[in-house]
């Protein structure tokens, strides 16, 4: 059931702001619990931004990239976070070699301290400066405003809601009964987004329907999770396929590895299956929700 909160619409920027700007130098210094929440902000503020920077285009100049940037610099380190943490958890309930095990992830680890090295030459204090200042004067000029219309931005989030829903269909009607791991990575995203954009939506609204945003993040976490071990499958072959011509039976160890990855990604597309017309369901009320007022006006 939605339940009535006090959720101005000017209160859209400065919770996300902070959030993303309170843990850049814990994820820049490494930390992954860090770096994931430096991701999750970066792409809540990403939704809001081109609703809150219309009417302020000199402020909004050139945000949005910063923070696009922040979201993709840290993208390679938080995969890598996600490997080694599922690999871990893989090899516990195998049977692997040590040589197997020790190999695979100091590979893991090599590959991400060069991510996180390319992000940081990546946010450099001076791209990290300019984007709090940009933020800065986003909220300044948000805040001395004479022009703002609390009622178009909740129309606006409205519109921005629908389309992320009409996303969400679009990604799963591409999807089918064959295992196809780019086209539920699809589907991940564009439910990411639906789930970020209608967030911020109920706050514009002052309400919040935790029953869809459950929804929207139990079928995130299952695409996510056939994501990373895909990912990590993909990785374990590189390092198979490296190590074949020094030791089969390390070879044999990973190939046998990558084949049980292998496997759960596939059960995992079968749940997803069995969810995604309740998906579509919740994709098409939302359309129709978003276009319900407008219907209304021209009445």
């Known amino acids: 059931m939605a339940r009535r909160t006090p959720a101005p619409t000017n209160t859209l920027?400065?919770?996300?702001?902070?959030?993303?700007?309170?843990?850049?130098?814990?994820?820049?210094?490494?930390?992954?619990?860090?770096?994931?929440?430096?991701?999750?902000?970066?792409?809540?503020?990403?939704?809001?931004?081109?609703?809150?920077?219309?009417?302020?285009e000199r402020a909004g100049r050139g945000l949005r990239k910063d923070v696009r940037r922040v979201t993709r610099a840290f993208g390679a380190v938080r995969e890598l976070d996600v490997a080694i943490g599922h690999?871990?958890?893989?090899?516990?309930?195998?049977?692997?070699?040590?040589?197997?095990?020790?190999?695979?992830?100091r590979v893991l680890q090599a590959q991400r301290a060069a991510a996180l090295r390319q992000a940081r030459a990546?946010?450099?204090?001076?791209?990290?400066?300019?984007?709090?200042?940009?933020?800065?004067?986003?909220?300044?000029?948000?805040?001395?405003?004479?022009?703002t219309d609390a009622a178009a931005v909740k129309a606006t989030m409205a519109t921005r809601v629908a389309r992320r829903a009409r996303g969400v269909r679009q990604a799963v009607t591409g999807t089918g009964v064959v295992y196809m791991p780019e086209r539920l990575h699809n589907v991940?995203?564009?439910?990411?987004?639906?789930?970020?954009?209608?967030?911020?939506?109920?706050?514009?609204?002052?309400?919040?329907?935790?029953?869809?945003?459950?929804?929207?993040?139990?079928?995130?976490?299952?695409?996510?999770?056939?994501?990373?071990?895909h990912v990590l499958a993909?990785?374990?072959?590189?390092?198979?396929?490296?190590?074949?011509?020094?030791?089969?039976?390390?070879?044999?160890?990973?190939?046998?590895?990558v084949r049980a990855l292998d496997g759960e990604c596939r059960a995992l597309h079968a749940a997803f299956m069995s969810r995604r017309h309740?998906?579509?369901?919740l994709s098409a009320a939302l359309v129709t929700r978003a276009s319900a007022p407008r219907a209304r006006s021209v009445a």
């Open 188 to 229: 991940r995203i564009a439910v990411k987004r639906l789930r970020y954009a209608l967030e911020a939506g109920q706050e514009a609204r002052g309400v919040r329907a935790t029953a869809q945003l459950t929804q929207l993040k139990a079928i995130q976490d299952l695409l996510g999770r056939a994501h990373d071990l």
């Open 278 to 281: 309740g998906l579509l369901m």
């Open 234 to 257: 993909e990785r374990i072959h590189e390092v198979e396929i490296g190590v074949v011509q020094r030791s089969r039976a390390t070879a044999r160890d990973l190939a046998a590895l």
């Open 13 to 56: 920027l400065a919770p996300r702001a902070s959030a993303l700007t309170a843990v850049l130098a814990a994820a820049l210094a490494g930390e992954p619990e860090a770096v994931h929440q430096a991701r999750v902000a970066s792409r809540r503020l990403r939704e809001v931004l081109p609703v809150l920077t219309a009417g302020h």
């Open 87 to 105: 690999f871990d958890e893989a090899v516990a309930a195998a049977e692997m070699s040590a040589a197997a095990r020790a190999t695979t992830r």
């Open 122 to 147: 990546t946010l450099t204090r001076a791209r990290l400066q300019r984007l709090q200042t940009r933020l800065d004067e986003l909220a300044v000029a948000i805040a001395t405003s004479t022009t």
